[in-house]
């Protein structure tokens, strides 16, 4: 079943927020929950995830009817990727070095960025790529 396609730019937004504020204060909680946040949504799709939640339950019945649906697969991997680059980061902000912890998370922030921003999914246009690859090969 399609999802409507305001749903994971909302919580692109929300991820764009937390994310922002990890690097501002360095808080390794704040990135813990937003791991847990990716695992829920890698793991049962984007409506699943805490922000699709919030989506579903206090923006959408504020929003007339959507204009656009999209598949979930290409989000739900997009959660995937940003799940390991924030185990990566938290890695690194607990573990060391600091700068992996940066990078990492700027890396998240960016893509979420981009698709709350622009409505530009990086994990989606990976998932495309993968598809299109896995296909050909067979």
């Not at 999802?3 to 990890?22: E, K, N, Y």
């Not at 847990?36 to 699943?48: C, E």
């Not at 980061?89 to 921003?117: M, V």
Request: hydrophobic share 55%; glycine share 12%; with cysteine.
């Amino acid at each position: 079943m399609d999802i409507d396609a305001r749903g994971p730019r909302f919580g692109a937004a929300v991820t764009t927020v937390v994310l922002a504020v990890v690097l501002i204060t360095g808080s390794t909680w704040l990135l813990a929950w937003q791991v847990l946040a990716f695992a829920l949504g890698a793991s049962g799709g984007v409506a699943r995830s805490p922000y699709g939640w919030l989506f579903r339950k206090v923006v959408r019945p504020r929003l007339g009817p959507p204009a656009q649906f999209e598949s979930p697969q290409p989000p739900q991997f997009a959660q995937a990727v940003g799940l390991v680059f924030a185990v990566v980061g938290l890695i690194g902000f607990t573990a060391g070095p600091d700068w992996l912890g940066f990078a990492a998370t700027g890396c998240a922030l960016a893509a979420a960025f981009l698709n709350a921003a622009f409505g530009y999914c990086l994990g989606c246009e990976m998932y495309l790529l993968v598809r299109r690859l896995t296909v050909r090969a067979q």
